[in-house]
């Protein structure tokens, strides 16, 4: 090194200023060289680095662009369109009271081909990375149709089926909710328009991965899993695979008038536009779970009251005797849920079972029962990869809810007169791997056709 006699700096020694312009000198003297060495390699790959500057250029415009259209930075928009097109066939002796067949009444109310659709679009939006928001828009016209449970059965009902209460073709709000996390283990969930399954840690079933039938996407019990919308808020605790969970909604919150106001001559009592939170005309729907659910299989119990005039089970969950007393009274139901999983795909199915029962009251002398017991259960088998890799079949069996006893303000009919009043209804479900491809996003998903015995005691 320059100003040293050997020409090597020995260190934790003093330097001079002499000594250090000289070793500042020996450092400029060899810029010259590595300037040049660098201007002959940017010649030699001048082409390619005009090419790498292209692509640069070109990321930077896309990027300014995506960056002009973007959606949102912290809210990300999905939407489903669903079109079903189908009919319904009915078979069976069973006879109306004038010998007429129900068969025939059924398909002169229910038989025609029908075309119908479902519209749903998302907004989801996080403002820390662990909260939702959650926005959902819903369209529809299936309020008269079959599939909607307005046809001569009820239990022909899809899942997908909507219609807003407006009526066909309208666009609503179909849920608006805020979902964050307290402190370690908690999450709260509060909406002014909210589904029951949005406050609960985890739904207690691995089936379906595709759903037809209304009936079989509540767990076997469709008056605990009611999917009750309105407005309310829960909490739910979770350590490990340990959850617990209870909630309460007023399928009436949005009204002011509880009930009790005097209109005219006419009393007033929870008629309509009555309602309130955790009035007598709220349409109170609380909810209690208990669940244990490791990576491929769980358990679950659940609590539910519902009051008289919330309203819940659909045509498409229960024979109308039971829709009928639940609409009517005040159901207490337990929903018991167990399911299993396979980790890897194979000849064995996922199982998913369920079994509810319910206690119906009724302390309104207008109506002529006072007390009534349903049940409904399912069993669901899911297979993945089904004969081919990306191909999953479901099969379904269960009885929705059905009376099984009831007790009369007087002796009618002895008691006994519809008892026992459902059969069973059965499915099979098929995503194919093989989905015929139309456009971007969207595909086609042909399902096979469903089957279901008649929900009426034969005379």
């Not at 009517?328 to 929903?335: E, I, L």
């Amino acid at each position: 090194m320059a100003g040293y006699p050997n020409g090597a700096y020995r260190g934790n020694r003093a330097m001079t200023r002499f000594e250090a312009a000289a070793l500042l000198n020996a450092c400029l003297d060899r810029v010259t060289e590595v300037t040049d060495e660098l201007k002959r390699l940017m010649k030699e790959f001048e082409k390619e680095l005009a090419i790498l500057k292209g692509r640069v250029d070109g990321l930077e415009a896309r990027v300014g662009e995506l960056e002009a259209t973007q959606f949102s930075t912290t809210t990300k928009l999905k939407g489903v369109a669903t079109f079903v097109i189908g009919a319904n066939s009915f078979g069976g002796n069973a006879k109306n009271a004038d010998g007429t067949k129900r068969a025939d009444a059924a398909a002169a109310q229910s038989g025609a081909v029908s075309f119908n659709y479902d519209l749903q679009i998302t907004l989801d939006t996080s403002f820390t990375g662990k909260d939702l928001f959650r926005t959902m828009l819903r369209a529809g016209n299936f309020g008269n149709s079959a599939f909607g449970g307005d046809g001569y059965v009820g239990l022909d009902a899809l899942e997908i089926a909507f219609e807003e209460p407006s009526g066909a073709d309208s666009l609503g709000v179909e849920r608006i909710y805020y979902q964050f996390p307290i402190g370690a283990g908690f999450t709260a969930t509060v909406g002014a328009y909210v589904q029951q399954d949005d406050l609960l840690a985890v739904w207690p079933s691995a089936y379906p991965i595709d759903t037809v039938l209304d009936f079989f996407t509540y767990a076997g019990a469709p008056a605990t899993y009611n999917s009750a919308l309105g407005a309310g808020g829960g909490l739910w605790w979770q350590s490990n695979d340990f959850m617990i969970s209870a909630n309460y909604l007023s399928t009436n919150g949005a009204f002011s008038n509880s009930g009790n106001a005097s209109a005219g001559l006419f009393d007033n009592k929870c008629g309509d536009g009555t309602g309130g939170i955790a009035t007598d005309c709220a349409g109170s729907n609380g909810t209690v779970q208990i669940a244990y659910a490791p990576e491929n299989w769980g358990l679950a119990a659940a609590y539910n009251y519902t009051s008289k005039n919330a309203g819940t089970l659909y045509a498409g969950n229960g024979t109308p005797l039971a829709n009928s007393f639940t609409s009517n009274g005040n159901n207490s139901s337990v929903g018991l849920s167990a399911w299993w999983s396979p980790e890897e795909a194979s000849w064995f199915p996922s199982i998913s079972a369920g079994w509810g029962y319910n206690s119906i009251t009724n302390g309104d002398d207008t109506f002529v029962f006072r007390s009534a017991t349903t049940q409904s259960w399912y069993v669901g088998l899911q297979w993945a990869d089904a004969f081919m890799k990306g191909n999953t079949l479901g099969m379904a069996v269960g009885q929705p809810t059905f009376v099984t006893d009831v007790e009369y303000r007087n002796d009618f009919d002895g008691n006994s007169n519809f008892v026992a009043d459902g059969n069973y209804a059965w499915e099979w479900v098929s995503v194919p791997s093989h989905r015929q491809h139309l456009c971007d996003s969207c595909d086609l998903l042909p399902q096979p056709p469903l089957w279901r015995s008649d929900q009426w005691p034969k005379p």
